[in-house]
């Protein structure tokens, strides 16, 4: 089960620096790839909106 960005995300980056795999995609909105994602909730603890989640 891989963590997922909702809409509260405010694109600040915490989260990209928090990933150890990389899983996460800058854009107009930032993605993560469930494919990397180990499911290991660094970027939750980090996200400042609680904007991201398991899914």
């Keep these: ?4 960005i909702g809409e509260e995300c405010i694109a ?4 990209i620096d928090a ?6 995609a800058v854009g107009e909105v ?3 790839d469930p494919a ?5 909730g660094a970027c939750a603890t ?3 909106t609680e904007a991201i ?3």
């Design 1 to 4: 089960m891989a963590y997922k």
């Design 12 to 15: 600040c980056g915490s989260c």
């Design 19 to 24: 990933c150890p795999v990389e899983a996460i």
């Design 30 to 32: 930032y993605l993560i």
């Design 36 to 40: 990397k994602c180990i499911d290991c």
């Design 46 to 48: 980090e996200c400042p």
């Design 53 to 55: 989640t398991a899914s």
